[in-house]
């Protein structure tokens, strides 16, 4: 099967930073290129995932993030490159829409946001012809009259992550600066339970920043350490090192990559039970889903009973890489089949 795959043109593909999309199509890139398709993937011209690459922009375009005309040019490129492709994956909000971009090519789209009212408005309009994954039923659920093909889960390969033993005696946050993602809980959690804390978050957009003055400086102690926005090498030290992944989280978050990077890691995640967790944490086993801040105190002191093998485990099978590609080729399969004359 020849697939098109269209990335957001806002950060490269894999991501330097910050990107759980970006890290995802990564993922899904390489794994269809090793289950013997053939993948054309349109990004920006910075980018490093390992598979043939087209792009009309040099460089991401992540200070122009959500504005239109970059997106509309780089989509318009985009389906003009992948016109004689068997299906087209598009990972834009843009691209979907403009049908007459299509070519008679099958076009599939993933949302990895939140059915917002805006965005609920756009999907329902476009489901009928351009089929829609989501990746959790939380997120699913959250638009019911919304058509959608499939859910299929995020997978991670877990041999690019280290193993590691949670030698470094700290919790760990990562995520964006942002009241739902809840840093300053994270600080209040570990804090209370006698524990450091160390930060590692996006902080680049105005009410980023705001947040971040307004709630989480003031709480920042010798205890409580903000990193900033690290390299990915760094992250994977971190994750391998803490002792467990606070992830205090207060919307339906459609899904949450941290997770599964954590998992990989073997370091557990402990989370309220918001959005996709449920979907992902097992409770006792990978960790400590709770229902407010006291329990979280005292799941910190319970995180030695998570075997940290089960973890890695966890995203080695029911959370990998390989099943996520397997689930996707399944559909596109079917559609592809469905559209020949």
Request: glycine residues 8%; hydrophobic residues 40%.
């Amino acid at each position: 099967m020849r697939i098109g795959i269209i990335a957001p043109p806002w950060t490269p593909v894999p991501p330097a930073l910050y990107g759980g999309i970006e890290l995802v199509v990564d993922q899904l890139a390489r794994g269809f290129v090793a289950a013997g398709h053939s993948v054309t993937l349109f990004t920006t011209g910075d980018s490093t995932c390992p598979v043939p690459k087209k792009w009309i922009l040099d460089t991401a375009e992540g200070k122009r993030l959500g504005m239109a005309v970059p997106e509309l040019r780089h989509v318009m490129h985009a389906y003009e490159a992948l016109g004689h492709q068997d299906i087209i994956h598009d990972h834009t909000v843009i691209g979907p829409v403009m049908q007459e971009l299509h070519r008679g090519v099958p076009v599939v789209t993933t949302i990895h946001g939140p059915f917002n009212d805006e965005l609920t408005d756009i999907y329902s309009r476009i489901a009928d012809k351009v089929p829609i994954i989501a990746i959790s039923n939380a997120q699913r659920n959250s638009a019911p009259n919304v058509p959608v093909a499939t859910v299929i889960h995020h997978g991670i390969e877990a041999s690019d992550f280290p193993m590691g033993d949670g030698s470094g005696g700290y919790l760990l946050f990562l995520g964006r600066m942002s009241p739902e993602k809840g840093a300053h809980r994270a600080i209040r959690v570990a804090r209370q339970a006698g524990m450091p804390l160390y930060m590692a978050a996006k902080m680049r957009e105005a009410w980023e920043i705001q947040y971040f003055k307004e709630q989480v400086e003031p709480l920042l102690g010798d205890d409580a350490q903000y990193l900033g926005e690290v390299p990915h090498s760094q992250k994977l030290e971190l994750l391998a090192g803490a002792v467990g992944l606070l992830f205090p989280i207060r919307w339906n978050e459609p899904f949450g990559m941290v997770m599964l990077e954590a998992l990989a890691c073997g370091t557990p995640v402990i989370a309220f039970p918001e959005g996709s967790v449920p979907e992902v944490i097992e409770d006792g086993k990978t960790g400590f889903i709770c229902d407010n801040e006291e329990e979280m105190v005292a799941a910190v002191h319970k995180l030695g009973d998570i075997d940290r093998q089960t973890c890695r485990q966890t995203t080695e099978t029911r959370l990998s890489a390989s099943r996520m590609v397997q689930d996707h080729l399944k559909l596109f399969d079917a559609l592809v089949t469905k559209h020949q004359p």
